[in-house]
């Protein structure tokens, strides 16, 4: 099977999570996995996206199909549920919009920068390593350690869900893929 220069963006993703981890501001990079999805479902009315260039999926693939680290299990049928789906897309949008507000706090004036990653609201994941100021507002920096959560509780869930079930089985309830579902749906 010939290999195409889109079968390796999960490079990207084990990228972006590692360089995350040095430096918080490279977590602005993940907005290109937030909004290419969109974008792609927008314009061609499709989940091209999905099944052929998210880097995560690719990842889950290779981890959990290539190297054996998955079950290989069937996911129950209540994951695979639409409700399940729709109501993991609402707790990531909430999540989300967590972040944004806080992100807005601190531009306001309101709080402090907390330099804190947080896994699903509530582990909270001490990162001072990762950022040492900069020359931009702390509300850049504020939005990078909020994005980064979301990123990294989501990457989190799929592992798990790689571990347990088959390879690819986070994308079955994946915010992103629940969205470009939805969009394509609107486009029909």
């Known amino acids: ?79 695979k549920n639409k409700g399940f789906g729709y109501g993991f897309l609402v707790f990531f949008f909430a999540m989300f919009f967590v972040m944004l507000w806080n992100t807005y706090l601190v531009f306001a004036g309101a709080t402090d920068l907390k330099e804190v990653v947080t896994l699903l ?19 850049i920096a504020q939005f990078a350690f909020g994005f980064y959560s979301v990123m990294l509780t989501s990457t989190i869930l799929g592992l798990v869900t790689m571990l347990i079930f088959k390879p690819r089985s986070w994308c079955v309830y994946c915010p992103m893929g629940t969205m470009t579902q939805l969009i394509c749906k609107a486009k029909q």
């Not at 937030?34 to 880097?55: D, E, Q, T």
């Not at 290989?72 to 049928?77: A, H, I, L, V, Y």
């Not at 990762?130 to 020359?135: F, I, M, P, S, V």
């Open 121 to 139: 609201w509530t582990v909270k994941v001490p990162w001072h390593w990762a950022y040492h100021g900069t020359l931009f507002y702390q509300g």
């Open 1 to 79: 099977m010939k290999k195409h220069w889109y079968d390796y963006i999960w490079i990207f993703t084990l990228t972006y999570l590692t360089l995350g981890f040095f430096n918080i501001l490279f977590a602005w990079l993940g907005l290109i996995c937030f909004f290419a999805p969109l974008i792609f479902a927008i314009v061609g009315g499709n989940k091209l996206y999905c099944n052929r260039y998210c880097g995560r999926g690719q990842l889950f693939a290779l981890i959990g199909g290539r190297f054996g680290l998955s079950s290989k299990r069937n996911m129950p049928e209540w994951m």
